[in-house]
């Protein structure tokens, strides 16, 4: 049975970064949710680019029933991983282009806001990766809800990375880097390497190599309860989600494994993942 909130009574809002023309936007949603009831709050920062007031970011999430991102991917991206540990589903109202995660479009949101008050919803837990670089006195955390991508700094050097899952040491990687990837972020980075599309809702990493020295290399796909480090004799750059950058040391060890907890995507009960791949990737007849 899918899970259900015990109600939606406070919504808070993150808007596309960047973006202070969305404010007519955000207005005309949010007097949708507030018609219904439905109490709005909005993210200081979002706020203060668009010249209104706001909450303190986790303050609005401890507050909130459930998160609403206002933009592309990304936003709701970015969102999702700031939010991680508050336990609270994420809304993707799609402002933006591609749409595979923020799939409410904006002319659907008085239907998705009726749905949401009636329980006539979706919740769909997804596998998030948790992440650390091992230094020499600590641990430098993250999470990541796509990709972790390990590359090199310039374009001169190729990568080497000594590849362990649990331990045991089982690859050598050579090239221009590695993509350890979750289910949902198989069809980002991972797929333009042709890597696989795996279903969102599977407890996998996919490990992509980019540009690898040797044609024998191949993505691998691994359970999800295996924890992958990695380790390099030179300096590497580490990208997580494609929007936040961590450098790792010779002296260092990049760690990867499942978070404890899933990011969890509010939708149409109705939503189908693979009609979402037909219309965003153009698969089937014309």
């Known amino acids: 049975m899918s899970e259900k909130l015990n109600h939606i009574k406070k919504v808070g809002f993150v808007l596309r970064p960047d973006s202070p023309n969305i404010l007519p936007i955000y207005n005309d949603i949010k007097s949708k949710f507030e018609n219904k009831g439905i109490e709005v709050l909005l993210g200081h920062l979002s706020a203060n680019m668009v010249g209104l007031n706001g909450i303190n970011f986790h ?5 909130v029933d ?18 991680y540990g ?17 799939d409410t479009p904006i002319n659907c949101v008085d239907d998705m806001v009726d749905k949401l008050l009636v329980g006539d919803y979706r919740i769909d837990n997804r596998m998030m990766i948790e992440g650390y670089i091992e230094r020499e006195n600590d641990k ?4 990541a809800f796509n990709d972790v991508v390990i590359t090199r700094p310039t374009i001169s050097h190729m990568v080497k990375l000594d590849a362990s899952i649990d331990g045991d040491w089982f ?12 289910p949902t972020g198989s069809t980002a980075y991972n ?13 996998v990493f ?18 999800s309860d295996f ?18 950058n961590y450098s790792l040391k010779a002296t260092e060890k990049l760690v990867i494994k499942g978070a404890e907890m899933s990011a969890k995507l509010l939708h149409k009960k109705e939503h189908s993942y693979f009609k979402v791949l037909r219309e965003k990737l153009s698969w089937g007849d014309e």
């Not at 336990?87 to 995660?101: T, W």
């Not at 924890?227 to 936040?244: A, F, K, N, R, Y």
Request: proline share 8%; charged share 15%; hydrophobic share 40%.
């Open 59 to 63: 303050k609005m999430c401890q507050e």
């Open 171 to 182: 690859n050598t990687y050579r090239g221009d880097g590695l993509i350890i990837s979750t």
């Open 86 to 102: 508050y336990d609270k589903p994420v809304l993707g109202i799609n402002a933006g282009n591609l749409g595979f995660l923020a």
């Open 191 to 203: 797929l333009s390497l042709g890597g696989p599309i795996m279903y969102p809702l599977s407890k």
């Open 140 to 143: 430098e955390e993250f999470y």
């Open 66 to 83: 459930i998160l609403v991102s206002l933009g592309g991917d990304g936003t709701l991206l970015s969102l999702v991983r700031k939010s």
């Open 206 to 223: 996919i490990m992509t190599p980019v540009a690898p020295h040797s044609l024998t290399q191949r993505p691998l796909v691994v359970p």
């Open 227 to 244: 924890t992958i480090e990695m380790t390099s004799p030179d300096e590497l750059v580490i990208m997580v989600d494609g929007q936040d």
